[in-house]
C-alpha cells in the first residue's frame, strides 16, 4: 500500500504542477496580450497627438506663408521703383548687356578656331596613319611576310577605337566649352 501512496502523491504533485503551469502559461498570455494592446494604444495616442499637432502648424503654416509672400511682394515692388527712376543704373545695365553680347561673340569665335584647330589635327593623324599603314603593306609586300596580315586586322581594329576615342575626345571638349557659356 505505500507504493500506491506514494504513487497517488507524485500523480497527485504532477496534476497540481501541471495545473499551475497552466494557469501560469494562461496568465502569460493574458500578460502577453495586454502588454501588446498597451503598445497599439501608445501609437494611436501618439497618432492623435501628432495628427492634431500638424493641422496645427499647417495651418499657422500657410498664414506665415502667406504674409511672407505680401511681405515679398512690397519689397519687390518698392526695390523695382527705385532702379528703374536711377538713369545711372539703367547706362550701367544696358553697358553690361553690350559688354556680355561682346564677350559672347568671341567666345563663339574662339570656340569655330579651337574646332578648325581640333579638324586639322584630327585629319593630319588620319593622313599620317594611312601612309604607315601603306608604307608597312609594302614592306610586308617586298618581304612576303603575309602571316602579319591578322596582325593587320587587329591593328585596323585598334585604330577604328583610336579615331572613335578622338572624336569622343573632341565631343566632351566642345561640350565643356558651352558649359562654360
Do not use: C, P
Amino acid at each position: 500500500m505505500a507504493k500506491k501512496d506514494k504513487k497517488a502523491k507524485k500523480q497527485a504533485k504532477k496534476a497540481n504542477a501541471q495545473f499551475l503551469g497552466a494557469a501560469i502559461e494562461a496568465k502569460g498570455f493574458d500578460v502577453a496580450h495586454k502588454i501588446w494592446l498597451a503598445g497599439v494604444g501608445a501609437y494611436g495616442k501618439a497618432y492623435d497627438v501628432a495628427t492634431e499637432g500638424v493641422g496645427k502648424v499647417s495651418e499657422q503654416g500657410e498664414v506665415l506663408f502667406e504674409d511672407l509672400v505680401a511681405r515679398g511682394e512690397e519689397i519687390e515692388s518698392d526695390v523695382r521703383a527705385r532702379l528703374t527712376s536711377n538713369t545711372a543704373i539703367n547706362k550701367k545695365t544696358e553697358q553690361m548687356n553690350r559688354v556680355t553680347e561682346e564677350a559672347a561673340k568671341d567666345r563663339a569665335r574662339d570656340r569655330d578656331a579651337a574646332g578648325d584647330a581640333n579638324e586639322a589635327v584630327t585629319k593630319f593623324q588620319s593622313e599620317q596613319r594611312e601612309r604607315l599603314e601603306a608604307r608597312m603593306e609594302r614592306m610586308r609586300d617586298a618581304l612576303g611576310l603575309k602571316q602579319f596580315s591578322l596582325k593587320g586586322k587587329k591593328a585596323e581594329k585598334l585604330h577604328s577605337k583610336l579615331d572613335d576615342l578622338e572624336e569622343q575626345v573632341a565631343d566632351l571638349k566642345a561640350d565643356a566649352d558651352g558649359v562654360d557659356d
